[in-house]
Every structure is written in structure tokens, then in C-alpha cells.
């Protein structure tokens, strides 16, 4: 096995010569660059994952400064591609970033996913989202994903958990999600979907300046970077233990 460097060995130490050989070896890709998989990308990158693919067509805006980890002063304006680059590759001069200003949908997804051998679903686009399950649904791979939940409206990170899409509560976005899968050809009608998720089970709150009577979508719900933060090292979490754990 090749010598593990410095900034690595901590991280090397909880896992075998073999598991952290692939974590080094593996390709990891995110859909979405804001408070979740903005987060993510950096957990992995300092976890010694050796290359990301990182896919997201939004540029850096001052309302991201409070949860998107590449958001500052400085790169307002910036790609999120090209922000977040240039944080993580300065984390270490091995890892290779492949940067997507992408949307990612149907006419494109067979042509993007099979870049990584593991995914991170953090967009909040359901058809995306749909998109990336039936991918790996339809070729019996779906521990190589992992779907975030919506962390709008959420403040306790002590919430965040991992489940199956079958068992998630509290989340419309997830809900919406399971809606339209069972009733997809090849999903199960009932019982565990088989779609690993990351989610947080507080129920969201209310944005304070909207109307009792108001629809929530009237200003949009808030969000914390401690939520956002948290479900991001819960998906890259869910990375490192699968990719450390099978080949690809």
C-alpha cells in the first residue's frame, strides 16, 4: 500500500489499509452545491476521497453566506463550481475536481452519473432527484446514492438521520418523492424502496414574517448552517462507509 500523508493519517486510522485504499481511489460525485452538498464536498475532500465530481449551474450569492460553505465576501458572484474549487483544492494538490455547470435531468443523466462510483443527491429539484433513483434503480445499484431531505425550516441538527425513503416523516420533499416512486414502474408498492436518504425529522417551522394564512411559499422557509452542515457529513458520512466497505 502506498505511504498514507500526514494530513491523512488520522483519518486512515479508522479504517482498513484495503477500505481507505478505495476511499483514495473512489470517485465522488454532488448535485447541488449549496448548504448541504457544499458541506459534503468538503467532508470528503479532507476524508482523502481523490477525486469529485461537483454539479451545479447557480453562482455565489450574498443569502448563501449563512450556510454554503464556499459563500464569503470574496467569491460573491463566483460559479459555485469554481468557488468551491478553489476552497477544497487547496485542501490537497492530489485531489482531482471535475467541475459540471450543469443542470442535471434526463437528457443528460446517463452521461453524468457513471463519472463517479458514488453519488450525493444534494439538490432540491425533484426531478433530478427522480432522476438519479431511477438511474440507479434500474441498474441495482442504489447503495452507490445517497438522497438529502430539505432542511428548510429546521433548526435541530440533533434530528438529522439516515433511513430508508420508505420511512421518512416530516419532510414534503421526501414525501413527494416516495409519492411518485411507488407508483413508478420497478419500485416496490410497499415496504422498504431500497433509497438510502438523509434527512432531518423536525418539523419545519414557519418563516416568522409570513401570515398565519399565508402559503409557506410566500418568502420561503429559513435555514441554519447547523442543519444544512449536519445532513451534508451525514450524506458524506454515508459516502466514506459504503465506498470503504465494497469495490466498485
Not at 441498474?139 to 435541530?156: F, N, Y
Not at 447547523?226 to 458524506?236: D, E, F, R
Request: charged share 25%.
Amino acid at each position: 500500500m502506498t505511504a498514507v500523508a500526514r494530513r491523512l493519517v488520522s483519518a486512515a486510522r479508522l479504517f482498513s489499509a484495503e477500505g481507505f485504499h478505495r476511499i483514495r481511489s473512489a470517485r465522488v460525485g454532488i448535485v447541488g452545491l449549496g448548504g448541504v452538498g457544499s458541506w459534503a464536498a468538503e467532508a470528503l475532500a479532507r476524508s482523502g476521497v481523490g477525486h469529485l465530481v461537483l454539479v451545479d449551474t447557480d453562482h455565489v450569492a450574498e443569502s448563501n453566506m449563512n450556510r454554503q460553505v464556499q459563500a464569503t465576501r470574496l467569491t460573491l458572484g463566483m460559479a459555485k463550481t469554481e468557488a468551491l474549487s478553489a476552497r477544497i483544492g487547496d485542501l490537497a494538490e492530489d485531489l482531482q475536481i471535475e467541475s459540471l455547470d450543469d443542470f442535471l435531468g434526463e437528457e443528460n443523466v446517463d452521461d453524468i452519473l457513471p463519472r463517479a462510483d458514488f453519488w450525493i443527491d444534494a439538490c432540491d429539484d425533484l426531478k433530478a432527484k427522480l432522476c438519479m433513483v431511477r438511474f440507479y434503480r434500474q441498474r441495482e445499484r442504489p447503495r452507490r446514492l445517497v438522497v438529502s431531505g430539505g432542511a428548510g425550516g429546521k433548526t435541530d441538527s440533533t434530528r438529522v438521520m439516515h433511513a430508508d425513503l420508505a420511512n421518512t416523516h416530516q419532510d414534503p420533499l421526501l414525501s413527494k418523492m416516495r409519492h411518485i416512486l411507488r407508483r413508478s414502474p420497478g419500485m416496490p408498492r410497499e415496504g422498504k424502496m431500497f433509497v438510502p436518504v438523509v434527512y432531518c425529522a423536525q418539523a419545519a417551522i414557519a418563516p416568522a414574517d409570513c401570515e398565519a394564512s399565508a402559503k409557506l411559499a410566500c418568502a420561503g422557509y429559513g435555514s441554519l448552517v447547523t442543519v444544512t452542515a449536519a445532513m451534508g457529513m451525514a450524506a458524506a458520512s454515508r459516502a466514506l462507509t459504503v465506498l470503504s466497505s465494497s469495490p466498485r
